[in-house]
Each structure stands twice: as C-alpha cells, then as structure tokens.
C-alpha cells in the first residue's frame, strides 16, 4: 500500500508495455480484455488512493528515495487523486466505446491509449516542474499517434496544426523552466513555493517571466483564449474515443494552472503573488464568449461539443481567478461534471454519425435514424447536463460558480457572460436536436445496428450527472476540502518537511 | 406519509404509462391516473390543517454548498394551486384518452404529462429559492416536450423551441433575482424571504433582484412583450393546451408573483412595471384575439388577455386587488381549461379548428355546445357564471387607484375597454361556431363526441356555475386561506356576493356587455380596418433573429479560425512576447553580480560560425538540402558548445542525436520537396520577422541576466552523494540513472511511443517515390557502392564494441546507455545504408517493436525491484567486487536500468529508420489491420 | 562570454521562430530544430557557464552545476522523438494532401507559385 500513489502511472505503463510483447501483441482480442481489465483495475486503485489520502492527509512518494527538494516526489492530495480518479472513470468509458470496433481502425490502440493515461495521470501526480514537463510530453506524444488513429485528410491536417502547435509549446516550457531553475534553484513545486518569497528583486522579475510564460503553456494545453483555435478542428477530427478522452486533456492545462500558480505564485508569494490573475480574468471571460459564439456557428454536433469544451474551459479559468477557495471548489465540481458530459458528447455525436449516412452528424436534414429513440434519449440527457438545466449535475456547477462570484467585483460581467453562454448553449443544442432528430426525410432506410458496449460506454458516462446531483453534498464537501487544502499550503508544506529533513 | 410524496406521486407517475401502455389505452389512462389522484387526497388530508390557518413544512438536507435543500411548505397558495394542478390534471387526462389517435403514442403523452405536473407541484409546494427554480426550469423542459409531442410538424418544433428559448432565459434571470434576494436575506429559505421582505425592499439591489424576478414570471405567464411564444404553443395537442395554457404553466407566473408578493410588493417600482404591463397584455390580448380565426388562437389571445388582468390586480399594491387576482385565477383556470376542450372536441369531431368553416355547429353537437356556450359567456364576464364575480372585483378595484393622480380615471376606462372586448371575442366564439349559418366544406360532418369526453368539460362548467352563483359556499374559504399566504399583515373585508346592488362596477359590466355587443356587430369594419396590417407572425420574426445571430457568428467564427496555422502560431509567440516582455520592465539592470568569463578567440569563432550558419538556414531556407547543411553545422557549433562549457555528456549526446537526426530530415527531403519559391509577402515576412526577433531579444536577455545573477541551487546535494548515494563519479550520467531516473523512465518511453507514432503513420502512408531529384536529374542507380559496403561491414563490430565500451563506462564518466544506444543504431543504419533491406532481412531478425517494449520493461523493472526491499520505486542499489585477474568492478542496479534505456533506444531508432528506409524499397509494411 | 552566450541563444530563438512561422512543413521542421537548439542551450545556461569543471567527480577542482545538464539530455531525446515525429508527420500530409503546405492546401494567391510542388508530384 505504501506504492499506492505510483500505481496509476506504472499500472498504464506495464499494460502497454505487456500489450507490445508476445503472447498479448497482434491480437486485438486480447489486447481488449487486457486492456478493460487493466482500466477498471486503474478505477479501483485510483478510488483507493484517493480515499486514503483523503483519510490519511496527503501521501507523498519518494522516488528513488532521494528525499524532496533533491529526488522527484509524487504528491497524492485530495486534487490531484480525484483528476486521476476522473481520468480513469473517463478513460474506461472511453476504452469500452473503443472496444465496440473502432480500435480496429489503427495500429497500437490500447498501447497508445495506455501511455496516454499514464501521461496524464503522471501530469497530475507530479510535485517536480520539470516531472510535469516531461509527463506533459508523454500525454503529448500519445495524444499525437492517436489522434491520427483511422487515418483521413481530417485527420492528417488536424495533427500537424496539433503536434508544431504543442511542439512550439513545448519549448516555450522548456525557456519557462529554465528561467525557474536559473532564479529559484530548484524544481520541487512546494520548495520553490517556499523560496519564491526570498528572492531578490532582480530574480523576482526573471521568475515571473518564467512564471507567465508557463501560463503560455499551460493555456495553450487549456485551450485558453488567444490560444485555443486549434481545439474544435483538432477534437472534431480525433475518432470518437480519441476525443473523448481528450476531454481531460484540457484539463491537464487548467490543473496545472491550479497546481503551480497557485501554489508557487499564490497568495503567499509575497511580491510574486498571483501574478497570473490579472491576465485570468479577460482570457476566461472571452474564452467563454469565443466558446458560446463557436457552439452557435457549429454546423456539427462534433464541433458543437468541441466549442462547449471551450466554454467549459472558461469557465473554470474565471473561477480559478476568483482565487478564493469557494471559487476553486466549485471549479473542481464543474471540472468533474464538464469533462465527463463532453466525453459522453463526442461519443453520442459518434452514434449519430453512424446512424446517419452521408449526413453524419451534421445539422442537415436526413433520414430517420433507425435508433433515433435510444440516441434520443441519451442525446436529451446530456443536453440537459451541457446546458446546465436541472435536475442534473450542470446547474449545480452553475450555481456554484455563479454564487462564488458573489462579492467579487467581476461579478457584474461573470453572472452575465456565464448566464447569457447558458442561454446561447440551450438555443444553439435545442436547434440541433430538434434538426437531428425530428427533421427527417421519410424513414430510416435498412437497420444500423449499435453495439451494446458503445450504449453502455455512452450510458456509464451519463449515470454519473445524477449520481453528481444525488451525492452532491459529499462531492461539494471534498471538493471544499479539496480547495482548502490547495490554497492553505502549510500541511502539504509538513507532510513534504516531514519527508523531507535528513 | 408525508409532503414529498405529494410531489413524488406524480413523478413515480412519469414511469407509470410507459410501462401500461402495452395494456390498452383504458388500462393506460386509468393506471396513469391513480397516482396523482393519490397525491390529491394527501393533499385533501392537509387541507384541514391549512384552513385552520397553519402551513405544513418539511425539509430534507440535500446539498447545503448551494443552499439546496429538499424543503416544502403547503400553505393556502400552495393548497389553490395543488387543487388546481391535480383536478385540472386529472380531467386532462382523462380527456386526453379520447383524444389521442391511435397513432400518437400514449405512454410517451403521459410521461410528459406527468413530467410536467410534477414539475408544477414542486414549484407550488417549494420552499427553498433553488429547489423551486429547479421545479421552474422542469416545467420548461417539459412543456418544450409536450408542445413539440407532434415532432414531426414543423410548427411544433418552431413553437416548442420558441417556448423553451423565452421561457429559459426568463429562467435564468430568475435564477439570478433568486441568488440576489438569497444573497440580501441570507438565506435560501422561502420562509425567511417572506418574512424579511422590508429588509429585501430597502435594499440596494432591489431593483435588480425584482426586475430579474419579474422577468422570469413575466415570460412564463406570456406578459408583454413576451407573449408571441404562447399562440405558438398551440401547435401541441389540445390536451396540452387546455392544461399549461388554463391552469398550469403559464399560471406558473402569476404564482411567482403572488408567491413573492409579501417580499417584493408594495413598492412603487413594483406597481409601475406590473401594473402597466399586466394592462398593455390586457388590452392587446383581448384586442388580437377578436381578430384570430383559429379558435385554439382566439383562446391563446383571451388567456394572455386574462393574465394581463390577473398580472394588472397583483400590481395594484391594494389588498382587496390581490384578493380579486387569486380568485380570478381560479375562475380563468376553469372557465379557460373547459374552453379549450370543447374546443379540441369541435376540432376533433370536425377536423377543422377555423371559425370561417365552423358554422351552426349547434345543430350538430347541441350538448358540447351548450356547455361550450356556457363556458364562454363565464369568460366574458355575464353574471351568475363565475367569471362575472372576479371581473366585478377587479373593476371596483381599478375605481379607487389614485397612483397615477390626476390621470387614474383612465385606468378604469381602459379596463372596460378590455372587458369590452373580451365580451367581443367570447361573442365571436359563440356565434360563429354555433349558429352563423351551415358548415363550409368541414374534413367531416361534426357529430357528437364519445361519452366520456364531454365528462371534464362538464364537470367544469358546473363548477363555473356553482362558483357563480354560490361562490362564498363554494370557494370562499379556499379564497381566503390563498389570500391570507399574500397578505401578511390579515385579510381586508369584503364580501363574495353575486348581488352588490347598482354600483359603478355593475355600470361597467354593464357598459361592458354593451360595448362588446356593438363591437361584435359592427365588427366587419374592424376586421377590414385591422386587415390593412399584415399580422406579423411571431414565429418567423423569432426564427429570423435566431438565424441572423447564428449567420453573425458563423462570420465571427470564420474570420478567427480561418484554418491558417501560420496565424495561430503568430498569436501563439505575439501572446508569448507579451507575457515574457512585461515583466522585463522592472528588471532594472541586465547584468547581475556574477563574475563573468572573459572572451577567447577560438569560443568567437565558435559564435560566429553558428551565428552565421543559423542566419544562412533562414535565408536558404527555401533551397532545403543548403538548408540542411547549414543547420547541422549549428548542430555541432552546439556539441562544441556544450564540450566547452563543460558538459561533455552533452556534447556526446547532442553530437549523436545531431547525425541520426539528419539522417532522418535527408531522408524525409527525399520524398518532400526539394526547395519552393517565395510564397510569403513581404508584409508577412517583416510582421513575423519582427516578432521572432522580439522573441529572440527577449529571451537572450533574459539568458544573459540569468548568466550573470549568482544562484545557489540543490544541486550540490547530488555532487555530495553522487559516489556515495548512487555508486558513480559521473555526476550528470548518476542523476539521469538515479537521482531523476524518473524523468528517463518517462524520456525513453516518449522515445518509444513515438516510434509507435511513426510505425502508425507509415503504415498508411502511400507515397510518391521521386524517381528524379527537381533538378531533373535521376537519382543514383547503384544504391550500394562496393567500397561502401566493404567499409561499413567491417566497421561494423567496431562501432558495436565503442558502444558496449561508452555504455560501461558511463556510469562514472561521460558515455551512458543513451548514447551507446544511438550508436549502435548508427552502425546498424549505416549496414542498411551500404547493403539495403533485403540483405539486412534475413541478417538481423529483431523485431524491434519488442526491443523498445523490453527495453522500457527492463528499466521499469529494476524500479520495481527496489519494492522487495520495501524502498520506494527506482531505489538504486551497488556494491563492488574483487574478482582475480579482472580486479575491483562495480555492479549497479544502475546498469541494468542504463540498458533498458539502451535497449529503447536501439529499438526506437531502428524502428523509426528502417521502416523509414524500406518506404524506398519494395519491402513496405503490410499489416493485419487495415493501417 | 556571457553576453556572446546570450546573443547566440537570441539569434537561434529569433531565426526559429520564423522558420516555425513559415507555410511549409519541412521548414517548419527545421525551425523547431533551431529552436530546439536554442532552448537547450538556454537551459543548460540556466546552471550558469563554467570552463572545464565537468562535473565528473576527482577530475576538475569545482564542478559545474549538473542538474541543468541532465535536464537538458532529457530535452534532447524527447526534443529528438518530437523531431523524428513531425518530419515522418510531415511526409505523412504530403502523401495525404499531396502538397507540403501546413494548412494540406496552398491558399489560393500561392497556387501559381506552386510548381515546383506539382514537379515533385
């Protein structure tokens, strides 16, 4: 158990390793058992893990055991397990959708799909900002091979704006944490956090380059305004469970601004301190708004929901610019909300697409689709949750983010430009169901038959909005907890100390 | 048992049809009836203790973080509107069961059905801000459902869609005014709200909260100017329509204000905005609907007339007004409910709803149209019906206003002016559906409907008499506990009796009936005056805006993003400079205190050599072999670089990467083109060559600032413990493999999975193989010249040996796994070179795909194995031996982890170029899968 | 030497960057290979300029900061599998798209200039 917070980075690893070497390699088949058995064993650890650190104060693993601020230390806190716990839960769904055949359209899916996860997961753990560097290029690598998975013009041209984009983003990190290691001398977060104050004035103006630089990157991961032009081409042409998992993938962006400027730039970081927040509040706001104008230009229900991840986006960069805890708290609920209602999207606009010949999912008039009931219905729901109308689990981020604002002087244009993205959002996606669905030309031709696991991918996917509803005063309860810990820092601070003497 | 059943019936009752409908449509109807028939004899329960004068509660914690609880209060509003909801609803389904063909599907109907009577309950019964707009927005989505039920008409959509866009974003600005008050009163609990409503009215943000309020309701209940999106409604089932359109949805409204009446009301704010819209939705409603040939329209009209009249007596601030508006809604429900079945009777037995076609009907159905008879003289106000007794009220009311000084007298006025045409319309109803003449060509000959069907319609139309003419018996406690829940400070005194003597407010009726009468008769000239204006239809107005917004943004989208990479990059560095150049400006003086290292000649020469080399890449750019040259002498310029300052590993490792790195950028020019022309302007040229040198300013200052500012950093730990703690003398080599093997593990596997990448993508690759280079000239027929093979084949064991060799030693000074592995990839490249694929085939039968997957396992293995010794991941272990003639050497867990990044990098390398290399030949990859 | 230093690392940044600018692929690739040259240089200079002081323990009086160094190996392979990655990319789209413009096609104004695309297929 002492192992338990490398798990879901060394679990993916060996998985995809295993799926490279005989007997696994060269059999789909087994590569798909191996690989579901793999995710839901990934689900369970990371569950444990994050019931233990949420018990058990936070669980820092020492690698290699050269104590912090020297070794690489894999920091287990109530944020960071739950965004691997979310990218598991999101990850399974995604593998099955996978399973249901569109692993067959490309080499080394699983393997890749495997590498992918353990990127991410390694992004969240890491306490070490070169780690995360390095963990930010292993989901990037991935994410470049599967997002040509099944092949197409799309396809190619949608990567090669992905991969130099990132590439260029890439090394601006890498300027960004030279600068941090020239000014600070260390790569630890919670060292640094602990010697930003100390700096002289002269390193004080060379770090918070490196500092703003590394919101470059960061925002450019999150898809941020100016920066987010390459996201509703790029998702709309990775294949169906490509994109959903790259749901979480802008995500990695937003924590990691959660997780470093907050912690090394935060309220604490004397003349340092939240450096990033003035820049914050216009990106978000206009985030959102570029987000809500895209979902009403979208021709497609695969661009609609790329545009929603925009918003989503937004959103979450105006909450952390709240910089208050309740704020961040309710940027964790919606995080968790978004990231699944959006992975759920790509898949339903999947379906659609298969049901609709020539048309795909594009809001023209078609033919009946000859399942347009059970897509109907799973449509309905996550529109219900997109938009953020009750009784499911949109309203209450909504709300939540909208009552954090409460008291903030910003909040004269937050409630307006989150209210107003809403109401765009509801008319934007009732327009297009009421086109998919309702406006047919003559019946549905012959049966294009669903296969279950891609129903019930969709299906797990939707069930957790509820279940967020239901159990929302336990997830509201740990998401506060889970902000507080995140901004008071001097517990993580010990656990690391107590690490940390020798 | 207890109140949430009372909302919970109805919504378990949402599941019920789906499940009956398989047992025919009685079994269906019935089945779907016994649960809110259930919840309405809760409700009867209660209703004794809400006559004595008390409310019921009950709240539920649910989630606390946005003031959401499970809370409900039934008091005497609550108890009107439950009676209401589950009577009307009950009777509307039971009208629906003969409704509906046999086409339409049933169960679906009443899902919706029940989905929105639950809706209604929770709002009537809610006592909590957020849970009641939770119930709020239900109704909306729900109704979206029931008036879309017919989805294949694309009215219903259009007018469905219209519902749910008006009546959502009135939703939303009610989720904003509730934030407000919750955020002034503290509290999310209505209880609190109702009581503190001084606090509410003084303070700052009460105008904003009320107008927020005010908007959501004034959507709802279809106020102007927000009416157009009710006729529309109509498209839905008439069902529907006797049931959101008389007592329910669009009542939701008026119960909002009435519900927030003790806290928002009585202000002058609040009687300029209610009052006067409620009278412009008054006076338009029963003006549009004379005019309206559809009978389901004409109806549409009078209800946004009526809830004018209802809206128009809240805004009043009068107690006794207050009075009048509750007991007018229960009035119109009725009278309204019945009217719009015996419309869908008519349309249902005649096929048509268009009073130019229905004629004389009375001689076809003369008992639906007495009863529908009736009902409309109720609606137009004749006395012994119980329309009459509210619309006295309401004209006594209006008498004595004296809000508006000396101009009150117009409110009077104009309020018989709209009772007027109420009269009119109800008139219209009534004769040209019933008498007027014979039918004109109807679908089919009007008959009688079946038996049950005219039962709800009956059982109103008594109600409407029984209130009308006992109506203190009747409804007077009812209307008393409704009233009290909006006058806190006690009833006023007034008396439900049908005869007041000769009064004003008689006169007015009076004058009323007349007017209407003559408005009826005369009304050929009003039909041709009114004919001059083309009626504007609210559908394709609404649609038209919803498209030009969509045409803006699609225009927007377009002009952002355009698809043009080159722009996003230059956004991507203008944002970059920005954020890198702020904060220069407080960095006062470059150079820090650092002592700095004089220049010498041959590091000059060095730089320039790069400088020079870097700035010919660019301007040769275009001519890309020159390029290429050029771009690998900066490579070595770099290696030398990193020699110099003392980084030997470095230099090894970027010399290496350097020649496998052209290898690969030669190949690849081999099938891209040679060179191009100039294709950028020169305004691109400058923008972007400005802003790259921004950049590069930037930077280089920031590096020179850097260079120059002393820095104690941790590093002297791993100088410290290098030996000792990780067992090598090669510090930089010791922290790859141990302090920091982490960030290798993670290095060789992006090695690894890019080598998957670029298997994936020559797998599919199909591409032109250029016979000739652009110069024309063909390419060398002799791939494999003698002397070469010869050279390279005896070199190779060589190479092999100078790796295995820089592998061994790298533990203590510069050489290590990474190394050694690109060079034995080199030498293997190079036999591939010399000899080509089909001699290397049947030589070397590595698949290198397991190589890089070993070869990571190895190096995660080693990290696992420190877990047998209970240390966390990737704990080294080392110790020396004696061994005769070979003497002391080091065994290092180290090593073993050094040659699974050998291994990685062997295999990811040979990956890469071979397949790279085959492309060439006839010995493409073919795999199983269709990649 | 510091200032050369940083003058050189500014020069590489800047001719980079524009070759990252530019509209075609194989450009573009050289460009993030300058670039990365410059960022390893920039990061090695993080641990400031020493003259023969590797930092190979018993071989040099003071050592040279060796963190910085292992970082930037580690920038150099993984900076090798992204190079490696997008050339393989870059024929990849000009197999797909049949030209080698970032964008898969050459906008309109360029198709005139485009011939010796057309020449090498």
Redesign the interface.
Known sequence: MQHLPIYPILLPMLAAIFMLLPPLSNSITRHRVFAVLVMILLVITSAFLLLSSHQHGVQVYVLGGWQPPFGITLVADRLSTMMVLLTSVLGLCAQLYACAGDDKDGMFFHPLFMFQIMGINGAFLTGDVFNLFVFFEVLLIASYALLIHGGGKQKTKANVHYVILNLVGSSIFLFALGILYGTIGSLNIEDMANKVPLLGEHEQALAKTGGLLLLVVFGLKAAMLPLHFWLPKTYAAASAPVAALFAIMTKVGIYSILRVHTTIFGEDAGALASIVIPWLWPLGLLTIVMGAIGVLASPSLRLTSANLVVVSVGTLIVAIAMEREAATSAALYYMIHSTLVTGALFLIADLVSKQRGKAEDRYVIARQMPHAKVIGIAFFIAALVVIGMPPLSGFVGKILILQAAQGVTEMVWVWPVVLISSLVCLVAISRAGTTIFWRSAGEATGDVPIPPLKLIAVALLLCTSPLLVVFGSAVTDYTDLAASQLHDRTPLIESIIEGGDE | MNLLWVVLLPLIGTLVPLLTERFGRNACAFSVAILPAWSLILVFMYAGNIFDGEAVRQTI????????DLSFRLDGLSLLFLLLILGIGLLVILYARYYLSSKDSMGQFYAYLMLFMSAMVGIVISNNL?QL???W??T??SS?LLI?FW??K?DA?KG??MA??VT??GG??L??GL?LIA?IVDSYDLDTVLASGDLIRSHAAYPVALVLVLLGAFTKSAQFPFHFWLPHAMAAPTPVSAYLHSATMVKAGIFLMARFYPALAGTDLWFIIVSITGLITLLLGAYIALFKHDLKGLLAYSTISHLGLITLLLGLNSDLAAVAAVFHVINHAIFKASLFMAAGIIDHESGSRDMRKLNGLMKYMPYTATLAIVAALSMAGVPLLNGFLSKEMFFAETLNLSMLGSLSWLIPLLATVGAAFSVAYSLRFIHDVFFNGEPIDLPKTPKEPPRYMKVPVEILVALCLLVGIFPAFVVGDLLNVASASLLINGLPTYSLAVWHGLNIPLFMSILAMVGGITIYYNRRHLFQFQSQFDEPDAKHIFEGV?QR??KA??Y??DL??N???????????L??LT??A???F????NA?S?P?????AV??TG?VL??LS??A??VW??R?FL??IF?SV??LV?SL??A???????AL??LS?EI??II??LL??F??????????SNRRLSG??F???M???V???????????P?????D???AN??T?GGG????NV??V???????L??????G????????????????M?TRD?KGRAWSNDPHPMMFEMVSQSLLPLALLVSVYIFLRGH???GGG?IAGLITAVAIIQQYIAHGVHWIKPRVKVDY??L???G??IA?ATG?G??IF???????WFDYFNLPWIGEFELASAMLFDLGVYLTVVG?VML?LAN?GKLTTSERIV????? | MEAMYAFCVGVLTTCGFFLVLRGRTFTVVIGLTLLSYAVNLFLFASGRLKLDGAAVLGQSAEYSDPLPQALVLTAIVIGFAMTAFVVILAMRSRADQGNDHVDGQIPEQLTNLSASDKRNG
């Not at chain 2, 795999?927 to 990649?931: A, C």
């Open positions: 914690d649910w989630i606390p973080a946005i003031g959401l957020i707009w939770m119930f927005e239900l909306s989505i979206f879309s989805s294949h694309s959509r469905a869609r749910l866009t959502g974003a939303l600005a989720l904003a934030l955020n919803i917004v969509v943004s699609e927007i989208i952002l993003e698809g043009s990479l080159q722009r996003y990059i230059f956004l991507l560095l944002f970059t954020m890198a702020v904060p220069l407080n960095l006062t003086q820090g650092r700095q290292i004089p220049i010498d590091t000059i730089a790069m400088i870097a700035i890449t660019v750019h275009r890309r390029a290429l771009l900066v490579g770099v670089a990193f110099h300052f003392s980084a030997p590993d470095l490792t970027q990467v496998v790195t690969l950028l690849a020019l099938f891209l083109p040679q060179s191009t022309l100039k294709e950028s972007d060559l802003v790259a040198g950049i590069g300013c930077i280089g200052t920031i590096c020179y600032a850097m260079l120059t500012t820095l104690n950093t941790i590093s730990f791993f100088l290098s030996k703690g003398t090669n510090v930089v922290i790859l141990d302090f920091r093997g982490f960030d290798t993670g290095e060789i596997t992006v090695l999975i890019a080598a998957l990448g670029i298997f994936k993508l020559i797998a599919k690759m199909r591409i032109y250029p652009d203590n000074v510069p990474f795909q397991w890089i997957a070993g990571i396992l995660t696992l420190s877990w209970d240390k966390p991941f990737l704990s080294t990811a890469i790279l795999t199983k899968e269709n990649d």
